[in-house]
């Protein structure tokens, strides 16, 4: 079982940084995925990025692309847009192969022009 808490979202002005943690608490095994999930107010729910684990290997999404970085802990934001405001959730898969099966709570993410 892994229990995960986001935290440090807020709001911004277009261009600054912002830095979401994700607190993952039991044990998490090498063959785990890490993935971010956004969703804005009327769109359905998109991934960001993800991380393996064991691996270290990463994957975004076109649209954060060279502005996000994922790590253990961490979604570092930078160059923020507007169009990136949403709730942003962190979640595990155990496998690459299924699905998410553990989320945090979400934190909101608000980016001003």
């Known amino acids: 079982q892994v229990q995960l808490v986001e935290s440090g979202g807020g709001l911004v002005q277009a261009g600054d940084s912002l830095r979401l943690s994700c607190a993952a608490s039991g044990r998490m095994l090498s063959s785990y995925i890490m993935g971010w999930f956004r969703q804005a107010p009327g769109k359905e729910r998109e991934i960001v990025a993800t991380l393996s684990w064991g691996g270290g290997s990463t994957w975004y999404t076109d649209s954060v692309k060279g502005r996000f970085t994922i790590s253990r802990d961490n979604l570092q934001m930078n160059s923020l847009k507007p169009e990136d405001t949403a709730v942003y959730y962190c979640?595990?898969?155990?496998?690459?192969?299924?699905?998410?099966?553990?989320w945090g709570q979400g934190t909101q993410v608000t980016v001003s022009s």
């Open positions: 979640a595990v898969a155990v496998s690459a192969f299924s699905k998410y099966n553990y």
